[in-house]
C-alpha cells in the first residue's frame, strides 16, 4: 500500500505564476521529508527538505510546508518558470531510518 | 554526477535469462539503493544496502537479489528476467544522517538504467 501519494498526477501553470504540488503520507512514523525534480532520461535531483520539527522551509524560488497533523507537505515554486517543468516526487523517511518512500510524481508543465 | 555510475544505461534480454545491473560510487558512502520507477508508481525501493556484506528488502524485492561485497558497488541481480521486470532501475547512495554537511539525509541519484524484457 502505497505510504506516499501524489494526487495530482499532472499540473500546467502559467510562467510567473505561483505552482502548488500536494503531497500526502499515511505513515505517522515519518519525521523527514524530501521533494526532488526529475527530467526525462535523468535520474532524480534533490531539490529541498524538511524535518518534523520544523513547518515550514525556503530555498530561493522553493518552500516546502507540512502539516504533520494533517499528514500532508506542500511545495510552492514562485515564480513558477518554463525550465521548472519536470516531474516532482515527494519521499519521506523516519527520522531515525534510512529508507525513503516516494510518491507517484507529479508533472509539472511550466507554460511561457 | 555526484560520483555514481550506473551500467549498464541500457539493456534489452529476454523472458527467463539473468540479468545484472550495476552500481558502482566513488562517494564512499555507506548506504545504497536500488529503485524502479514505473507509470503510474513513483519510485519504489527494490534493495539497500547498509554496508559491506548488508542488505535487506524494499517494498518490490521479489524477484531481485543484491550483493555489496565492496563499498563502492551494489549489484541487483534479476535471477530470470520477466516481462514485468521492464522498468527504468535508478541506483542512489546516501551518508545516512549526518552524511550531509548540513546534516540532511539526502539520496544522490544515478541517471538510470533503462531494462526491457521481451
Known amino acids: 500500500d502505497q505510504q506516499v501519494k501524489q494526487n495530482s498526477p499532472s499540473l500546467s501553470v502559467q510562467e510567473g505564476r505561483i505552482s502548488i504540488l500536494n503531497c500526502d503520507y499515511t505513515?505517522?512514523?515519518?519525521?523527514?521529508f524530501l521533494w526532488y525534480k526529475k527530467y526525462p532520461a535523468e535520474g532524480p535531483t534533490f531539490l529541498i527538505s524538511?524535518?518534523?520539527?520544523?513547518d515550514k522551509n525556503e530555498d530561493g524560488r522553493f518552500t516546502v510546508f507540512l502539516n504533520k497533523s494533517a499528514k500532508h507537505l506542500s511545495l510552492h515554486i514562485v515564480p513558477s518558470q518554463p525550465g521548472d517543468s519536470a516531474v516532482y516526487f515527494c519521499?519521506?523517511?523516519?527520522?531515525?531510518?534510512?529508507?525513503?518512500?516516494f510518491g507517484t510524481g507529479t508533472s509539472l508543465t511550466v507554460i511561457p | 554526477d555526484a560520483g555514481i555510475t550506473q551500467s549498464p544505461r541500457h539493456k534489452v534480454t529476454e523472458t527467463g535469462t539473468p540479468v545484472t545491473l550495476r552500481c558502482h560510487q566513488t562517494?564512499?558512502?555507506?548506504?545504497m539503493y536500488w529503485y524502479r520507477q514505473d507509470p503510474g508508481h513513483g519510485l519504489r525501493l527494490i534493495h539497500y544496502?547498509?554496508?559491506?556484506?548488508?542488505?535487506d528488502k524494499g517494498e518490490v524485492s521479489d524477484g531481485y537479489s543484491v550483493s555489496r561485497s565492496k563499498t563502492e558497488d551494489f549489484l541487483l541481480t534479476l535471477e530470470s528476467a520477466t516481462s514485468s521486470q521492464t522498468s527504468v532501475y535508478f541506483c542512489?547512495?546516501?551518508?545516512?544522517?549526518?552524511?550531509?554537511?548540513?546534516?540532511?539525509?539526502?539520496?544522490?541519484f544515478g541517471a538510470g538504467s533503462r531494462l526491457t524484457v521481451l
Open positions: 542512489a547512495i546516501s551518508g545516512g544522517s549526518g552524511g550531509n554537511p548540513s546534516g540532511a539525509n539526502v539520496l544522490t
Open positions: 505513515n505517522s512514523m515519518f519525521d523527514y
Open positions: 524538511i524535518s518534523s520539527i520544523k
Open positions: 519521499a519521506a523517511s523516519p527520522l531515525t531510518g534510512n529508507q525513503f518512500y
Open positions: 562517494e564512499n558512502h555507506r548506504y
Open positions: 544496502s547498509y554496508g559491506v556484506k548488508d542488505t
